[in-house]
């Protein structure tokens, strides 16, 4: 199977500093991966969808400007939690999705973030 | 818009019985793919078994078996033999459309007692 690694696993940070999660695709090219956030006991809510090259596409409510989400190559997708606050506070998990397959996605195994 | 029905919070079965883990959904998309996604304390999601919205033929992936009913717009899963380590929120999750988007279920909780 595919495999997607996420990298930190977990991280603590001060209110107003800013944080970046990775996302690697380590055996297959990526054409788009996607970011989601997930709260204790929910499902996972789609924050972005990036292809490489090009733009992410933010889903409705999901502030730009705060989660930036960079897809520079076919392995990589960076998501940035810039201005932290403890709200922010949540897992965070990418998926990835490459051409061999159709809609299925290989998912991180995630970052907890905490804002102190 | 598409959306994705899981209609119990909570199941529990007793380990080595089977049970039955119920997914309706609606789409507008004539083409389209289900999927059971697995989610362990760990929280790593576990692809459990994928259904193309084309092939009449129910998945099977070893005690893993679904009952994909198109017209009715349902997709369960049954996993039989129950495990210990199947005890996990199982998420049922549907893809169509151009942007290959994946849309999830609320999850069901499932409980596996010795």
């Known amino acids: 199977g595919a495999v997607v690694s996420q990298h930190p696993s977990w991280v603590i940070c001060k209110s107003g500093t800013s944080v970046k999660i990775e996302c690697r695709s380590l055996?297959?090219?990526?054409?788009?991966m996607f970011w989601y956030r997930q709260f204790p006991k929910q499902s996972l809510m789609l924050m972005a969808t990036?292809?490489?090259?090009?733009?992410?596409?933010?889903e409705q409510g999901v502030e730009k400007d705060k989660f930036l989400i960079n897809h520079a190559s076919l392995t990589l997708s960076t998501l940035t939690v810039t201005s932290a606050h403890p709200e922010d506070s949540s897992f965070y998990i990418c998926?990835?999705?490459?051409?061999?397959?159709?809609?299925?996605?290989?998912f991180g195994p995630g970052t907890r973030l905490t804002v102190l | 818009a598409q959306t994705v029905t899981q209609s119990q919070p909570e199941m529990s079965v007793q380990e080595a019985e089977t049970v039955t883990l119920s997914c309706t959904y609606d789409?507008?998309?004539?083409?389209?793919?289900l999927f059971w996604y697995k989610q362990p304390p760990s929280r790593q999601m576990i692809l459990v078994i994928r259904?193309?919205?084309?092939?009449?033929q129910n998945a099977t992936e070893n005690r893993f078996s679904v009952n994909f009913q198109k017209a009715a717009k349902s997709f369960s899963l049954k996993i039989s033999d129950s495990q210990l380590g199947d005890a996990a929120m199982y998420f049922c999750?549907?893809?169509?459309?151009?942007?290959?988007?994946?849309?999830f279920g609320k999850g069901t909780l499932l409980t596996v007692n010795p």
């Open positions: 998926s990835a999705r490459g051409t061999r397959w159709d809609y299925e996605q290989f």
């Open positions: 055996d297959f090219q990526a054409t788009t």
């Open positions: 990036s292809n490489e090259g090009s733009k992410a596409t933010y």
């Open positions: 789409t507008s998309e004539s083409d389209y793919y």
């Open positions: 259904q193309e919205a084309y092939k009449q």
């Open positions: 999750a549907q893809g169509g459309g151009s942007n290959y988007k994946l849309t």
